[in-house]
């Protein structure tokens, strides 16, 4: 009797310890277990200066959603899968740009909200977005701008 | 059978007509502004000093023609937009068309020998976006790009984004700011101080 009592609760030790390393590797990996979060919008940069998939989605500094995927459109532009929260709602003049953290850190998508009346839905494509900027493309303008 | 094809045919090419020629059309009214604007500058008899109300008249007319300032001003005030009587939000696009041509319209005067070149369009409509990039003297090449909504048969100018900067989104965070850290009548006494 006193011998199962052991077992069984090693046992429970086990189970307990699986669980646990599975809600690790799901909350570290972000891997979606329980289905999808939020929805799904789009966003066509110009240019996405080195944005990886995982990056946050920020509105006035909050992470409300992160990138999904981004791949090349065959205008070459590049097209950003973005994943909002459910409980952020946008409208369709809002406008998403990419920006840098501090000068030379990752780069995230920033949203700055709309007024329009129109919601965007899960798939809609954010129209009105802002490529990052070429700090570098910039500095050789004003050098060179400076030449005469 | 055969005879079906060839309505077929005529009916395909009726249909693809139209949409060919309408393709275009945002970056032709674009183009007809930008050279109406060019020519008002290049006018010798509107060069001297005492004729720049008058040119200013006109380059005003010219441009409001293709810019829909009232989106404009109802995208940068963003959701305080709805906020705001009727009254107001005329009060308020008649201020943002005056800042705005209190800081551009000096630029657009400064003209010289710019080339504009006009790269590429995207049509989504009722939305499109044209492309282009000013050269100017020193051969540096500006991005400029133009946000545009049909109105009817207009295309109108809602937003301009120079060197990736959206003009919207930069009023947007600024008005947003100033309407958070005060409120929206100190928004619009900083707008009239402004463009005094």
């Known amino acids: 009797m006193r011998k199962i009592d052991i077992e069984l609760l090693v046992g429970i030790f086990v189970i307990a ?132 | 059978m055969k005879k079906g094809f060839i309505i077929f045919t005529v009916l395909f090419f009726l249909f693809l007509i139209p949409v060919r020629s309408y393709s275009s059309e945002p970056m032709k009214q674009l183009r007809v502004t930008v050279d109406k604007v060019l020519e008002i500058l290049k006018r010798p008899d509107l060069k001297s000093p005492d004729k720049e109300e008058l040119k200013r008249k006109l380059l005003r007319e010219v441009i409001s023609e293709r810019f829909d300032f009232q989106e404009m001003a109802k995208r940068a005030l963003a959701r305080h937009w709805r906020k705001r009587t009727t009254q107001e939000k005329k009060e308020f696009v008649e201020l943002f068309r005056t800042l705005l041509e209190r800081t551009y319209l000096r630029r657009i005067e400064q003209y010289s020998d710019e080339r504009i070149i006009y790269k590429d369009e995207r049509i989504e409509p009722p939305y499109a976006l044209v492309k282009t990039v000013v050269v100017t003297g020193q051969s540096v090449e500006i991005p400029i790009d133009y946000r545009l909504i049909q109105r009817s048969n207009d295309w109108k100018v809602y937003d301009v984004i120079i060197e990736g900067v959206s003009l919207v989104n930069n009023y947007r965070k600024q008005f947003v700011q100033i309407i958070r850290s005060s409120s929206y009548e100190s928004l619009v006494e900083r707008l009239r101080k402004k463009i005094k």
């Not at chain 1, 996405?48 to 990056?55: C, E, F, Q």
């Open chain 1, 17 to 148: 310890g699986i669980f646990a390393l599975g809600y690790i590797s799901v909350n570290l990996g972000e891997l979606e277990v329980w289905g999808k979060k939020g929805y799904t919008l789009y966003a066509e940069f110009e240019g996405i200066g080195g944005l990886k998939p995982g990056a946050s989605v920020e509105i006035a500094g909050v992470t409300v959603g992160k990138v999904k995927s981004i791949r090349l459109t065959r205008d070459y532009t590049a097209l950003v899968e973005l994943e909002i929260n459910n409980n952020v709602p946008l409208q369709d003049d809002a406008i998403a740009s990419i920006k840098t953290k501090g000068l030379i850190g990752e780069k995230y998508v920033e949203i700055t909200p709309g007024g329009s009346e129109h919601l965007l839905a899960d798939g809609d494509k954010l129209r009105e977005t802002e490529s990052a900027v070429d700090l570098e493309g910039l500095l050789s303008k004003f050098v060179f701008g400076k030449v005469e």
